[in-house]
């Protein structure tokens, strides 16, 4: 993992990743996954996450004031599926799957090891956000991601080399969606 430049940061979800929402607080910590994530600010580099009322995540992160995005590869599906069917509330899923996590460099928020990305956020005192849309918006304040598939500030293409640091995308009860190839779009020229 390389640090990866604040003013970057919003490119390491720009592109709608399922994500891992991490936290701790007071001895415990936890993993979940989230669908719904996007950037909302480049600089200060901000992003939003929904965190339903009904996840143990969310005690966690409304009392520490923190979270983090870990943004997982292909080859963590299965897990990620796990991290969002089941409560952390009564088992430590780090303990539970054998899931091994490092201290973020900012926070000290659990970070899976594996992932492609990860970002470390100050949680932004929104409380309206957060009671009536579930929204927990946050300051990025560390940014990290595998060279090999994030290099300069820029995601790589996906190829068959790199498939297993392709970012998934729920299309819904388990099943992802993968980016296959990269294309490069030019702007229209207008009509004369
Ligand atoms: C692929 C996937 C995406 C999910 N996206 C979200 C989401 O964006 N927001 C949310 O609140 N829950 C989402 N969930 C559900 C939570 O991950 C799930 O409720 C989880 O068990 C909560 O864990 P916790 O109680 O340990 O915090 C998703 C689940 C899956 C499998």
Redesign the pocket.
């Known amino acids: 993992m390389q640090p990866v430049e604040l003013r970057h940061a919003s490119r390491l979800i720009n592109h709608g990743p ?2 891992l ?1 991490g ?1 701790a607080h007071a001895g415990r910590r ?8 996007m950037p909302v600010e480049f600089t200060p580099p901000r992003v939003v ?4 009322k ?5 005690g ?1 992160v409304t009392a520490s004031g923190h979270f983090a995005l870990s943004v997982p590869g292909r080859h963590q599906a299965d897990l ?10 009564g088992t430590d ?1 780090f303990e539970r799957h054998g899931l091994e996590a490092d201290p973020g460099p900012v926070l000290a928020l659990p970070l899976l090891r594996g992932c492609v990305a990860h970002l470390e956020c100050r949680l932004i005192d929104e409380p309206n956000a957060q009671a009536a849309y ?1 929204c927990f918006f946050g300051e990025v304040v560390s940014a990290q991601a595998d060279e090999r598939i994030f290099s300069n500030g820029h995601w790589l293409a996906p190829t068959e080399d790199n498939a297993d640091l392709h970012t ?1 995308h ?1 299309l ?1 009860a ?1 099943l ?1 969606g993968v980016a296959a190839a990269a294309i490069q779009a030019r702007p229209l020229k207008p009509i004369e």
Request: aromatic content about 10%.
């Open positions: 399922t994500v929402v936290s936890n993993l979940m996954a989230a669908a719904w994530s996450v929904v965190i339903d009904s996840t143990f995540t969310r966690l990620v599926y796990t991290l969002g069917s089941e409560s952390g509330a899923k579930d998934l729920h819904g388990g992802f």
